[in-house]
């Protein structure tokens, strides 16, 4: 089974930008449609992004459209987020995760069925 493996995440200023990364560290991400959760201490998780297998259609948490932006590249097997004008409340664990295979559900972190370690993202103000 294929395992995620985030990276990029770090401290930045408000205001400041950040690229994070997805990687098959075993088998690939082929097939599969891919999201990004953040986790933040006393709260739920929270969807962020999610993209189609083929990198055709994109899903942003509508407060955070404009803001982030998912991409893939299936031929090094990796998922993007990227993050521009960061905010202190963007602060959180972000979860890069693998869906099941139907064409619904990109927003329910139920249909994620393969997850990633985490990377903490700190933005300070």
């Known amino acids: 089974q294929v395992q995620l493996v985030e990276s990029g995440g770090g401290l930045v200023q408000a205001g400041g930008s950040l690229r994070l990364s997805c990687a098959a560290s075993r088998g690939t991400l082929s097939g599969y449609a891919m999201g990004w959760f953040r986790h933040t201490p006393g709260k739920e998780r929270e969807f962020v992004a999610a993209?189609?297998?083929?990198?055709?259609?994109?899903y942003y948490e509508d407060s955070l459209k404009g803001r982030f932006t998912i991409s893939r590249d299936n031929a090094k097997d990796t998922v993007y987020l990227q993050m521009i004008s960061a905010k202190p409340e963007d602060t959180a664990v972000y979860y890069c995760?693998?869906?099941?295979?139907?064409?619904?559900?990109?927003?329910?972190?139920?249909?994620?069925?393969?997850w990633g370690q985490g990377t903490q993202v700190t933005v300070s103000s």
């Open positions: 993209i189609s297998w083929n990198g055709e259609n994109t």
């Open positions: 995760a693998a869906k099941v295979p139907v064409t619904y559900g990109y927003r329910d972190e139920k249909k994620y069925i393969i």
